[in-house]
């Protein structure tokens, strides 16, 4: 059969927010980049297709982050002992202000690129600068590598220091080029409209940017109540709204299933249901949450509630783009609030947190993160054995011990939308 192919190995994925599906010594059915079943017990119209047997090693899905700063790579772990605002002011700013320099940009990428890859991340949404050059050039360069991106150039065009502010109709008519040399170009590869927070963009701005969206048919990111001095400063700057995401929805740049919003973490219920009437994805960085001092994101809460939440590392407010490590930080957060809360609001699980850094952050992109039928293989295979003491464990297990002790040597191959993706070369 042309197209069609099978991995075996100990599968482990998420259907239900919650639940393993544990299928040992099984065989994942590819055809045309998505998955056809999984199988112990090989279909007979199967019977002579060729399967690529990983063993004993494990096969989960690709991880997703749904949140990241590819010019603040270089400043990874750099003054994560202040609180967000002058964070931003001293070293982020600074940093993205050289990504007008093409040559500085292509070098930051490249290293980006193949440490996203390494550690297991198969798509993710990435913010870019104000810079449209650069910008062009991290989606030709990530569409190289074979990973999956979200990409968008910053828009920001007041309360931002004059190394890194935009003239606000440049900014509009930059977007829309972008967008439309972009929006079909690629496949995996795609355009996400990026105002970068409320604070520093002027109204205007944001209200064209809700029309673009609409108009081409283009996802948003941005940020949304990450940390208390933010907020007052949103409050001080829009009086006429009731909170901060209403200043965003008064744009028109919350858009149902298409709209992801960074951190949330002092979000009030009004806001709540106001995102999830709308279908914004969350992404959750308590990496960055912790680094910066900004709080722990209510995100049982918000599940429950119904609205989508996905994982993100956030960097470089995050100090890792590990979404491993970003799991076991969500759970350490997690039992925290249930702490705090005097053991009321329950802790989110190993098997919670798996999902959403699969399927959760994959629904963003479609049919991805699960290996249900249909759904997009992206996967990695995992050799674990290094981490296996004397024991004898169970898949899930196994799956627990990598997710906590693991890291990118476990990771032996990745597969991103049917293809197997070597070290990108760029
Ligand atoms: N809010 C606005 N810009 C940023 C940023 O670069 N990082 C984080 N963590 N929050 C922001
Ligand atoms: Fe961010």
């Given amino acids: 059969m042309k197209n069609v192919y099978g991995i075996k190995g100990n599968i482990i994925y998420t259907k239900i927010f919650g639940k393993y599906e544990v299928v040992s010594n099984g065989i994942i ?50 003054g994560l002992d202040k609180e967000l605002m002058p964070w931003l002011n001293k070293y982020t700013f600074p940093e993205e202000a050289k990504y007008e320099n093409l040559q500085y940009a292509e070098d930051v990428y ?59 109709n440049k900014s509009i008519s930059e977007t829309i080029e972008l967008i439309k040399e972009y929006k079909d170009k690629y496949k995996l590869v795609k355009p996400i409209i990026t105002p970068r927070f409320v604070p520093t963009c002027s109204f205007e701005l944001l209200k064209s940017l809700g029309e673009i969206a609409g108009k081409y048919d283009i996802p948003v990111q941005s940020h949304l109540c990450e940390n208390s001095g933010e907020i007052e400063l949103v409050k001080k700057l829009h009086p006429e709204c009731r909170n901060y995401t209403e200043v965003y929805d008064k744009a028109n740049l919350l858009k149902e299933n298409k709209t992801i919003m ?7 219920e009004e806001e709540i ?18 680094n910066l001092s900004s709080g722990i994101a209510p995100i049982r809460r918000l599940i429950e509630r119904k609205v989508n939440v996905g994982l993100a590392s956030d960097i470089s407010g995050g100090h890792t783009l590990s979404i491993p490590e970003v799991i076991t930080s969500s759970a350490q957060v997690s039992n925290l609030k249930w702490l705090n809360s005097n053991k009321v609001e329950e802790k989110l699980t190993t ?48 799956l627990q011990k990598f997710l906590y002790i693991g890291n990118s040597n476990n990771i032996i191959l990745r597969y991103v939308s049917g293809n197997l993706i070597n070290e990108p070369i760029l």
């Fill in 273 to 290: 249901d106001l995102l999830r009437d709308k279908k914004v994805f969350i992404a959750h960085c308590p990496t960055s949450n912790l």
């Fill in 351 to 398: 098997a919670e947190l798996f999902y959403l850094a699969t399927k959760g952050g994959g629904k963003f992109f479609g049919k991805v993160g699960s290996f249900e039928e249909d759904y997009e293989f992206d996967a990695l295979v995992i050799d674990d054995s290094d981490l296996l003491i004397e024991n004898n464990l169970s898949i899930e297990e196994r």
């Fill in 110 to 168: 490249k290293k980006l690129i193949k440490k996203i890859w390494s550690v297991g991340t198969t798509r993710c949404c990435i913010f870019n600068t104000i810079h449209k050059e650069s910008t062009k050039l991290l989606l030709d360069l990530f569409n190289k590598s074979g990973l999956g991106a979200y990409i968008g150039k910053v828009n920001m065009d007041r309360e931002s220091p004059d190394i890194l502010i935009e003239d606000t």
């Fill in 29 to 78: 059915v590819i055809e045309n980049e998505r998955v056809k079943g999984v199988y112990n017990d090989l279909p007979l119209k199967y019977k002579n297709i060729d399967i690529k047997d990983y063993g004993d090693k494990l096969i989960i899905p690709g991880f997703i982050d749904l949140h990241l700063h590819a010019p603040q790579f270089p400043n990874m772990g750099l």
């Fill in 262 to 268: 960074a951190h949330c973490v002092l979000v009030n």
